[in-house]
């Protein structure tokens, strides 16, 4: 008799402050959704320490902090906006930090952890003022459009080069890898299974084929190494959180940020806008379109509690810093699962985050992954972020070419801040062309002339 008394007062308590019913919903639907929405983001905990450890960073140490920083986000989203929307580390901007930031402009991942940090804290300012909204203005809607697509090809360019199925070729620049390398093989099977999972509407389809791949390079040598692809670690492990924390917590720093000359630190602002740029456009458009889904945007185009929500996203970038990963920013298409299975309160996000929490028990098993088994993730999440382009008149030249600009040289160059810069550029150049230069907002000259400033910097100065 006391424990239904126990269970009447829970689920009270949880219509109370959720109002399930009024979002017809119930307490058994959120926590299946929460749960299917965390399978849909698991691959982040695989990828991110693959990705970010290239910077000498510890990948036990980012795996914590993925999972960490990603639970407490989702957990504010839920309990701050009452929103089923889920967060974690970003993909994108994991390559981004690591290979743009760290790599191109030679900064340490201290460094590059304080840009996030100050990025996190410029956003939720931006998100309390409002003055995100402006800036949203700014940028023509083709060009935000291009930008999901063109990070979408960046990833997925990252995922087939890492497994090896696109290698360097000393006269074509780029050919098809090895296929006599069973790790190939292997990683397009992955391929082929991910995506035949994801359209029979398997939930979970991008974590199974991580894990079908991840035990199948148990029995597979690479032949660089002569050992499996697959290095057994053990399944669960009781962590000392401090411990398992301690390489990159708190580790971020400003020393020597702008220790270098003009163009050195020009480079870092931009680095910190593109930081900034990508965060809040995501995080916008995801409200938006998610929310239209989701059936959360009135009749007047516009999404209630949209402020709070990206004020959680831009706090969960500074909190993420601090525990050592990259942005924080709300998952659309991960969220979108958890949504279709009847997720329509913050109880499927807070669930998200508890389930995330809960995966650090399962550190070996996150860690023995092989770059062979997230390249089928890296994938789908490039198919994924291509959806925007079907919203693009693309007959239309003036449109056309800076939508193909943005996503060339993001994806050519393998630098998201230059596909971002040249295709904004490309659209005000179309425009001036086309004789629409008075249309153009005093916004949008704004940041066409930031870009071209950066640009002539690195013509003379680096």
Sequence with gaps: MAKETQLVNSGSFLEKRFHLKENHTNVRTEIIAGLTTFLTCTYILAVNPAILSSTGMDSKAVLWATAISAAIACIAMGLLTNFPFALAPAMGLNAYFAYTVCGTLGLS???ALACVFVEGVTFSILSVAG???RIVN???ECVKQAISAAIGFFIAFSGLHNSGIIAYDPDNLLCLGNLQDPGVILALLGILLTAGLVIMRVKGAILIGILAITFAGMLFENPATGATYTQWQGLVSLENPIEALAPTFGQLTFDGLFGGGVAAIIG??????????VDMFDSIGVLVGVGIKAGFVN????LPGAGKALFVSAAGAAVGAVFGTQTVTVFGAESTTGIAEGGRTGLTAITTGVFFLLSLLFTPLFLMIPNIATAPALVMVGIFMIEPLMHVDLSDTKTAFPVFICVAFMAFTFNIAYGILFGLLAYTGGQVFAGNARKLPISTWILTGVFLLYLLLEIFFN
């Design 131 to 133: 003055v995100q909204e």
């Design 268 to 277: 870092v602002l931009f680095a910190i806008f593109s930081f900034l740029f």
């Design 109 to 111: 991942w201290q460094n």
């Design 138 to 140: 700014g940028i023509p």
């Design 299 to 302: 009749e007047k185009g516009e």
